[in-house]
């Protein structure tokens, strides 16, 4: 990492896609043939280098996002890659969330045979969210069913993007021998015999040249709308565009995301992963494309640009915390600016304190090879902070910047646990900690009526593996209940409200007066809409945060079942308070009373995470698994059909009727349908099972100490 390197030759890459398109086969490919690994690490045998956690081998799937470094050498130059694996399936989609922030360009894969899939569309849409370009990187075409134009098609269509092949594949299934490049009019054979799979570039075949020429007119009309002195060019002369200029159009277009180039490949049979790497290198943006990033400075609130470059102010987002058994606390930055040495100091803007960076690390999945320093452009882990969150920027402490954070979903599944034995008390209360810090989608809080200790996640497999890691990593042996939704409560009428709190105990007492209007938020407002109306100084200016803070509070714990209150809207109109008895405690006490005894004549509801599934199935099985979502108070939206005669059902199901769904799938389906589903809106609970629930809960509303 020498001082001042020229940062167009690096690229910050991840590979993002739906469960079992091939995303870290893809990884492993790319390691091997840049010369980080020397030995192919397969997923289907738990040896994957990425996959280093003892739940990813055994499942065969990808839970955490993995770095790494690995160098390749195109056009006579050597490129630095950082790449980030990320899991496919939706409970991590955290991971994929805080990877795609900071990367700044990613390799989309997708399935040959199941083409584009919910998860791809999920992924895609958080890519589009940070404005990340992207490349199309159609996989497994060895398999029966496989067709690449089939899947550019799907993305022009379901994901809307403008998908254009770079290359066009040689053969599918299993007679996929290679790639054409549409660009060179060259044909890349594989050698299959070859442990190594070396190629050969030869013509075009025969049968090929035809439609080799029709998809470079497409490939070079593409290119040509991204550059109008190419499309110039291109109207007088066609032949006469170079390929130069061809690819330096594609590049441009692919940044600014106007295109998306898509080519293909089988990574587990070795064939497509070189012509992948070249076209990330030659499409996918360097730091210095990305260009300037705007941040706000914390002091006076005016935004200010950070230019990718050594010598500007050191300034980095902490995109993860992870827990190493050896090195404690890993924070993974991604440096926007400047240089830092290991054992310099830099400055927390969010806690205003400076920590000490006592040693920075290169990342190879699990591994941590020590660095002396990072500069712009470099995606590292340090050690040495002490209190440290996702999202937050660390910068030069005379230059503060504050970079946009990352917004994650909340919980939607929860269950009660408690340790086995009086020593795991202790080590699980370290350990839910360690595993929170670690995981922004993961809460832990204590029931306030029961006691029990209640862990949430975002499905039931994500909190499997915290129970799996609680035993494995941290030796806490726990009980656990069965899942438990996360239910929310809202309000849905408006009612005025006149709240008078008094104690006097002798001395200086306690005095407050409020009159409140409680209702539902403003569209789009999340959390606690506060409007403070009083005029002429009735309730002094120093005790109206108070009065916030107290209903902020209050929300925590909604009057119908004791759930969150996801969103309402708090008008202060009046009130009064005494010159001596009045203080902020008595305005917040005034509040909490007045949420208590005002909410229940507000009409509250109950409101459940309703899901969006979609389930992939044989004709044959179609009736009997509509009927099943139907007992489930299912919401068919739509049924398509694909290409291989399979049919999908799309529809919104409450998490409260899901669970082991997956088994019930399989019986139905003779083991035959797949479902996915994740995450998708809040709606109200039907009356008569609301009322259920409430019952369940034993949560009555009763007048608490503070109301006496």
């Known amino acids: 990492m020498s001082a001042g390197r020229d940062l167009n030759y690096t690229r910050n890459i991840g590979i993002m896609a739906h ?106 849409r958080q890519a589009d969210k940070y ?108 032949e006469s565009v170079t390929e130069e200029e061809i690819i330096a159009a594609i590049r441009k277009g692919t940044i600014s995301m106007q295109v998306v180039p898509a080519c293909c490949g089988s990574s587990f049979k070795n064939k497509g992963v070189q012509f992948l790497l070249d076209a990330v290198m030659r499409y996918l943006p360097s730091p210095l494309d990305k260009g300037v990033i705007v941040g706000t400075n914390p002091r006076n609130g005016n935004e200010k640009d950070i230019l990718p470059s050594a010598s500007e102010p050191f300034c980095a987002l902490v995109f993860k915390i992870a827990t190493d058994p050896f090195v404690g606390r890993l924070a993974f930055m991604r440096v926007y600016s400047g240089k830092v040495d290991a054992g310099s100091y830099v400055y927390n803007v969010r806690t205003a304190r400076k920590d000490r960076i006592s040693r920075l690390f290169q990342m190879h999945s699990n591994h941590q090879n020590p660095i002396d320093s990072v500069e712009a452009g470099d995606i590292c882990a340090a050690v040495g902070f002490k209190d440290l969150r996702t999202g937050d920027t660390v910068c030069d402490e005379n230059h503060p910047i504050v970079l946009e954070s990352m917004v994650f979903p909340d919980p939607v599944i929860g269950i009660a646990v408690e ?160 010159p001596v008895d009045s203080d902020q405690l008595s305005f917040e006490m005034a509040a909490r009373m007045a949420f208590r ?33 139907n007992r489930r108070r299912g919401q068919i939206q739509a049924m398509d059909s694909t290409a291989n005669g399979a049919r999908i059902v799309k529809a919104f199901v409450p998490l409260a009727e899901q669970f082991g769904y997956v088994t019930v799938l399989r019986t139905l389906s003779s083991g035959r349908a797949t479902s996915t589903m994740s995450f998708d809106h809040y709606s109200e609970v039907p009356a008569n099972l609301a009322k259920e629930i409430v019952e369940k809960s034993g949560y009555s509303f009763r007048r608490s100490d503070d109301d006496e």
């Open 19 to 124: 469960i079992d398109a091939g995303k870290t086969t893809t990884s492993e490919r790319i390691l091997y043939y840049t010369g980080k690994t020397h030995k192919i690490g397969e997923v289907h045998d738990g040896a994957a280098t990425m996959d280093w956690m003892v739940q990813e081998q055994e499942r065969g799937i990808t839970i955490t996002s993995a770095a790494t470094t690995a160098f390749w050498h195109y056009g006579g130059k050597v490129y630095q890659i950082n790449l980030i694996d990320t899991p496919g399936h939706v409970d991590f989609t955290v991971e994929v969330e805080r990877s795609l922030r900071v990367l700044d360009g990613t390799i989309a894969t997708f399935c040959a045979v199941g083409r584009v899939q919910p998860q791809s569309e999920t992924v895609w």
């Open 131 to 238: 404005r990340v370009p992207k490349i199309a990187y159609v996989n497994k075409m060895d398999r029966v069913g496989a067709d690449f134009l089939a899947c550019v098609e799907e993305i022009h269509t379901k994901l809307g993007a403008n998908a254009v092949p770079i290359c066009l594949p040689i053969g599918a299934e299993d007679k996929f021998l290679g790639l054409v490049d549409l660009i060179s009019r060259k044909a890349i054979i594989y050698d299959s015999s070859d442990e190594l799979v070396n190629y050969e570039v030869k013509d075009v075949p025969a049968d090929m040249v035809e439609e080799t020429e029709r998809w470079r007119d497409k490939l070079v009309e593409a290119a040509a709308e991204c550059d109008e002195s190419l499309m110039e060019k291109f109207f007088e002369d066609p």
């Open 419 to 578: 340790p086995k034995t009086q020593t795991d008390l202790d080590k699980l209360g370290v350990a839910l900690g360690k595993l929170a810090e670690e995981d922004p989608t993961f809460t832990v809080r204590a029931d306030q009526e029961t006691g029990q200790t209640i862990i949430s996640g975002m499905g039931e497999l994500h909190l499997d593996i915290i129970v799996d890691r609680l035993r494995r990593e941290f030796g806490v042996e726990i009980n656990q209940g069965a899942p438990q939704v996360n239910y929310k409560e809202a309000i849905t009428g408006c009612v005025q409200h006149r709240e008078v709190f008094k104690k006097q105990t002798g001395g200086r007492g306690k005095f407050a007066d409020i009159i409140v209007e409680i209702g539902p938020a403003d569209e789009g407002v999340n959390g606690l809409q506060f409007v403070n109306e009083v005029k002429g100084g009735n309730i002094p200016k120093e005790f109206i945060p108070s009065v916030e803070k107290g209903f902020k509070s209050a929300m925590a714990n909604g009057v119908l079942a004791g759930y969150e209150v996801q969103s309402m809207k708090v008008t202060v109109i009046d009130g009064s308070y005494h």
């Open 597 to 629: 005894h005002a909410c229940p004549k507000a009409k509250p509801i109950l409101l459940e995470p309703i899901m969006s599934l979609e389930v992939v199935t044989p004709e044959d099985y179609m009736g009997d698994i509509v009927g099943d979502l």
